[in-house]
């Protein structure tokens, strides 16, 4: 970062702080995706509410950013503070800039957490993530505690809002997607079908992460630090958030490993059940995995085409298009008999 | 005519040398950009396999399902996807199990490019 860009940093935290000064003692870049960069901040505050060195991740939209489907920082922010104040482990957040002026970009600024966040690593290797029984519990419970935030929320008025069952509103929108790409999939047509056709009724409605599964969560040696990547959340039902941290495509391979490929289904489910009060239906949920499938699969064919249309070069995105025949093949081994 | 190697025995022998020679050798942090690279490969390389014999089997099969002759996959399969949504596979339908069987071997075929590992029910 640029020294001019620094000191206005600094003159912002001053002032939100409430403080007398504060120095930038460090500050380098974490991980510049193709949406958002993190930059990690090391800041020395005298006087006010945050007095002392402090560490802090500033998140602002990449210079390329333009996926329209994620949040912008503001709301974000709004997000991390509701789930905050719900109980959830989240990464504090501290505040938010929507001045342009100040460091160029909009960004808001939360305390750092400590770990690894990588899914292939915690699947393979038990130093991570403590002890397994109680890191499904644990994830368990925190999900209960997301699903606690209920409508309304006049701080989460930007989530879309809808009145059909959660189950067909993503029916349609996966079809409206695949009614403007230009290569068929009568595949996930078939599973589309079948998921119209067995759609539970809307029932509870809370907030949903929308992409709570491994890999999005962040350990240390003794267990859950915090729930990252809030950026697709919104309003649906619960079961959503549980089929997709079961389903077996965000397994990592682990595919015996039924939570997440972290641990087992039943020490999961009872974390959940311990912090919510209400008992999960088994059977529901298996539907809500078939709908992670199909909503994988479709994220999958939006990542590919990224690459495909020339928007962005990248081998990542690349492949992950051909994980679309995969998601079929599952897709069509749990809608055979009915 | 083309001389041999083919493009599929190239890519299958550099593949071998980025394995063998190059893997080993390299840092951590390229180590998987260098593991994504072979996969793509890999994917390249099944592809040259099968040639155009798998798009030709589907349009023969999706002319059949639909009786009527298409002269490119993508334009039946648009048709085969209307009438998926609109139920013709639905349970009790006529068609449903010829349907399903297109489907699940039209899958297999794209798998067994894709990632064939997949098929005995291990998935990434």
């Not at chain 1, 305390?111 to 499904?136: N, P, S």
Request: charged residues 25%.
């Amino acid at each position: 970062m640029e020294q001019n860009i620094l000191r206005a940093l600094e003159r912002f935290i001053v002032r939100e702080a409430r403080g007398e000064s504060a120095a930038i003692t460090n500050a380098r870049i974490l991980s510049g995706g193709a949406v958002q960069e993190n930059w990690l901040l090391n800041v020395d505050i005298v006087g006010g509410m945050h007095a002392g060195s402090m560490e802090c991740v500033l998140r602002c939209d990449s210079p390329t950013a333009g996926v329209a489907i994620s949040h912008g920082r503001a709301q974000e922010f709004a997000l991390l503070k509701t789930v905050f104040t719900a109980g959830v482990t989240v990464p504090e957040p501290l505040w938010l800039c929507e001045d342009r002026t100040v460091i160029g970009r909009q960004f808001f600024i939360m305390r750092r957490i400590a770990g690894t966040a990588a899914g292939h690593l915690l699947v393979k290797d038990g130093r991570y993530g403590g002890d397994r029984v109680q890191l499904a519990e644990r994830l368990g419970h925190e999900l209960a505690r997301i699903h606690s935030v209920r409508p309304p929320q006049s701080a989460l008025d930007f989530l879309p809002w809808y009145e059909d069952a959660p189950a067909l509103h993503s029916v349609k929108l996966h079809r409206h997607f695949l009614d403007a790409h230009h290569t068929a999939h009568p595949a996930l047509e078939w599973g589309l079908r079948w998921l119209e056709r067995h759609a539970p009724a809307r029932g509870v409605i809370s907030l949903c992460h929308r992409d709570y599964r491994t890999g999005n969560y962040m350990v240390d040696e003794s267990g859950l630090t915090g729930v990252l990547d809030w950026e697709f959340a919104g309003w649906s039902d619960p079961l959503e958030d549980i089929g997709w941290f079961c389903a077996k495509c965000w397994r990592f391979g682990k595919v015996d490993q039924e939570a997440g490929g972290i641990g087992v289904r039943e020490d999961f489910y009872r974390g959940y059940e311990r912090e919510s009060g209400h008992s999960i239906n088994r059977d529901e949920v298996r539907y809500w995995e078939i709908m992670a499938h199909m909503n994988w699969a479709i994220i999958a064919i939006q990542q590919g085409e990224r690459h495909v249309s020339g928007e962005e070069d990248s081998l990542l995105l690349a492949l992950t298009g051909h994980i679309v025949p995969e998601l079929e093949w599952e897709i069509l081994n749990m809608t055979e008999n009915d | 005519m083309r001389d041999r190697p083919t493009g599929e025995e190239l890519l299958a022998c550099a593949r071998r040398v980025l394995r063998e020679k190059v893997l080993p050798a390299l840092p951590g942090e390229h180590k998987h950009d260098l593991l994504m690279a072979l996969n793509a490969m890999s994917i390249a390389e099944r592809q040259l396999h099968f040639g155009e014999a798998p798009e030709r089997q589907e349009l023969a099969a999706l002319s059949a399902l639909l009786d009527e002759s298409f002269a490119d996959p993508g334009e039946a399969n648009r048709r085969l996807s209307s009438r998926v949504r609109e139920g013709g596979g639905d349970p009790g339908q006529p068609q449903r199990t010829e349907l399903f069987a297109h489907l699940r071997a039209a899958a297999r075929q794209r798998l067994l490019e894709s990632n064939p590992k997949a098929l005995n029910g291990a998935i990434t």
